[in-house]
T-cell receptor
Framework: SQQGEEDPQALSIQEGENATMNCSYK?????LQWYRQNSGRGLVHLIL?????REKHSGRLRVTLDTSKKSSSLLITASRAADTASYFC???????????FGKGNQVVVIP | EAGVAQSPRYKIIEKRQSVAFWCNPI?????LYWYQQILGQGPKLLIQ????????DSQLPKDRFSAERLKGVDSTLKIQPAKLEDSAVYLC??????????????FGEGSRLTVL
């Protein structure tokens, strides 16, 4: 099944810096979504970008999608300690009812 | 609006025992999902219901796992008998969409299972 792969797997940054994560996938998609998971909690939806969109913003989040390279990036600007979490990309594969998740990126923001 | 409710939050059992997890989705959401998340990995879909019908259970280990969604609302996921490798967090999610996955999923807090 389709599964996004995030890169890098772990990221440690200082508060105020920007954090960038990448996700690659293998087949055609309807949309790509990013989720956040705090330790011991469920996943929270952050942003959805459709296959015909190239960039989307939501607050301090910026997502890009390059369907020719089958990749997406998530940028968190001016990071805060509360942004410490695992971030997952998930692909809604064209012709498939399943939303497939990648392995996740662990981000630690140091105050 | 109330979120997705799951119980129990934690469960410890011996291998070969059985366990059941319960999920109450957001009111009005037609689609319900059970995901398994092993430590350090992303969630893996086990089963997806649309109302009370199964849409996708291709990754459900049917020899030991079963799930039902009676009346198209609450759902129960059962494991019998449990194996050590079933230790994971079982996440329930729901979405309003009827036609597969086109929008966001709303997740519960998860049920953490430890099999000894």
């Amino acid at each position: 099944s389709q599964q996004g792969e995030e890169d890098p797997q772990a990221l440690s940054i200082q508060e105020g810096e920007n954090a960038t994560m990448n996700c690659s996938y293998k087949t055609s998609i309807n949309n790509l979504q990013w989720y956040r998971q705090n330790s011991g909690r469920g996943l929270v939806h952050l942003i959805l970008i459709r296959s015909n969109e190239r960039e989307k913003h939501s607050g301090r989040l910026r997502v890009t999608l390059d369907t020719s390279k089958k990749s997406s990036s998530l940028l968190i600007t001016a990071s805060r300690a509360a942004d410490t979490a695992s971030y997952f990309c998930a692909t809604d594969v064209y012709g498939n009812n399943r939303l497939a998740f990648g392995k996740g990126n662990q981000v630690v923001v140091i105050p | 609006e109330a979120g997705v409710a799951q119980s129990p939050r934690y469960k410890i059992i011996e291998k070969r025992q059985s366990v059941a997890f319960w999920c109450n989705p957001i009111s009005g959401h037609a689609t319900l999902y059970w995901y398994q998340q092993i430590l350090g990995q992303g969630p893996k879909l086990l089963i997806q219901f649309q109302n009370n019908g199964v849409v996708d259970d291709s990754q459900l280990p049917k020899d030991r796992f079963s799930a039902e969604r009676l009346k198209g609302v609450d759902s129960t996921l059962k494991i019998q008998p449990a194996k050590l490798e079933d230790s994971a967090v079982y996440l329930c999610a729901s979405s309003p969409g009827l036609a597969g996955v086109r929008g966001e999923l709303f997740f519960g807090e998860g049920s953490r299972l430890t099999v000894l």
